[in-house]
């Protein structure tokens, strides 16, 4: 099993496993990247596996520099493991590197940042947008499983999460990764984020300080917990994420 490096969400999903597919989902600014990046951090200073951090949203350099302040005196040795893809042509380019990182690198934890962002490598219409998400979706899960690797992704919500009101209804939904690649179905774990500072709510019914909360909610996992949520708290300062 992978660990997480968090215990709680490693109790309640039954943790990552080899040949699994990992979606993380959220709106803008709710931390997506910076989730990653920490799980990133967690699985590389635990020691027990080789990842390897690809991104095309967030420059490689942008991330090397949350990671420096995440690891403070720690060196990690983690920022060369920071992948820049965004010169990978299409997403055909991309699996391929997957391919040598796994032969070459001998690398089992592939964290892939921004996967709404992969149609942009290709001269797509509108209308096929949705179907090549899931198509490249679809792909990604079968390669996690031929190469035994773990693979997680992190991708932006559907736009039906704007129709819903109230700080309840902004939290990700399972549904919310409708025409986005399917995850719900390919995905063995969905994880959604929610910051209730983004929404204005700075304080929640009992008086207590919201900024820098963040809730991870299991929307799909192996012990079909569903919706559960745990609250973490961000540190903005070195962009630490903790239970």
Same mark, same amino acid.
């Given at each position: ?93 991309? #699996?391929? @590197?997957? =391919? ?6 001998? $690398? &089992?934890?592939?964290?892939? !940042?921004?996967? %709404?962002? *992969? ?71 969905? #994880?959604? @984020?929610? =910051? ?6 700075? $304080? &929640?019914?009992?008086?207590? !300080?919201?900024? %820098?909360? *963040? ?29």
């Amino acid at each position: 099993m992978l660990q997480s490096g968090y215990r709680l969400l490693d109790r309640q999903t039954g943790g990552f496993h080899k040949g699994e597919l990992v979606s993380i989902i959220g709106r803008p600014l709710m931390g997506r990247t910076i989730f990653a990046l920490n799980l990133f951090r967690n699985i590389v200073l635990d020691g027990e596996n080789n990842a390897v951090f690809l991104t095309s949203e967030c420059p490689a350099c942008k991330a090397a520099e949350f990671l420096d302040r995440m690891n403070g005196n720690e060196q990690p040795g983690t920022a060369d493991r920071i992948v820049d893809i965004s010169a990978c042509k299409n997403v055909d380019a991309l #699996l391929e @590197l997957i =391919r040598h990182l796994r032969a070459e690198k001998k $690398v &089992d934890v592939v964290i892939l !940042d921004s996967f %709404h962002y *992969l149609t942009l490598f290709d001269d797509l219409s509108t209308s096929f947008l949705y179907e090549r998400l899931a198509d490249t979706s679809r792909r990604i899960k079968q390669l996690a499983k031929e190469l035994g690797i773990t693979i997680i992704m992190t991708s932006r919500t559907n736009y039906m999460v704007d129709e819903r009101i109230g700080a309840r209804g902004k939290m990700p939904q399972l549904s919310d990764t409708d025409k986005m690649g399917d995850l719900a179905c390919f995905s063995d774990v969905v #994880l959604g @984020l929610y =910051r209730p500072e983004v929404d204005g709510m700075l $304080v &929640d019914a009992m008086g207590y !300080d919201m900024r %820098h909360v *963040l809730y991870v909610l299991i929307l799909k996992s192996r012990m079909a917990v569903a919706e559960h949520a745990i609250k973490f708290s961000m540190s903005p300062g070195n962009c630490r994420i903790t239970e």
